[in-house]
């Protein structure tokens, strides 16, 4: 039996980085209504950037992440890099950065 090179590139998946976005909103509820934080990071407050580890926490069954970790305020977790979200929850950090980043790309570049 031989195997039939395909016709054209085979693509898996989603193709384009605004349809990743639409699919990680639709899958993980990121519109405001859910839970009830400003669109934009860079506006969160030190009680709304506790409201958004207590609501990722909970939605990806972590360990909870004590508030001390995270005395700032949204702009001041933009300035945070991958490493520095490990540092402060070495289990769960990486959801959290890329949480924060699709966030924050979603706010500056929506298409509204």
């Excluded at 349809?19 to 519109?31: F, I, P, W």
């Excluded at 934009?40 to 950037?49: F, L």
């Excluded at 005395?71 to 949480?99: E, H, I, Q, T, W």
């Amino acid at each position: 039996m031989a195997l039939q090179a395909a016709e054209g590139p085979i693509r898996y998946g989603i193709t384009s980085e605004w349809d990743r976005l639409a699919s990680y909103r639709n899958t993980h509820r990121m519109d405001t209504e859910q839970d009830n934080l400003p669109k934009d990071p860079r506006q969160w407050t030190r009680e709304d950037v506790g409201q958004w580890l207590r609501h990722i926490t909970t939605i990806h069954n972590l360990p909870e992440v004590p508030s001390s970790r995270f005395l700032m305020n949204g702009k001041a977790l933009c300035l945070m890099s991958p490493s520095m979200f490990l540092s402060r929850v070495p289990l769960g950090g990486k959801l959290l950065y890329k949480d924060f980043q699709l966030r924050l790309c979603a706010a500056m570049y929506s298409r509204n």
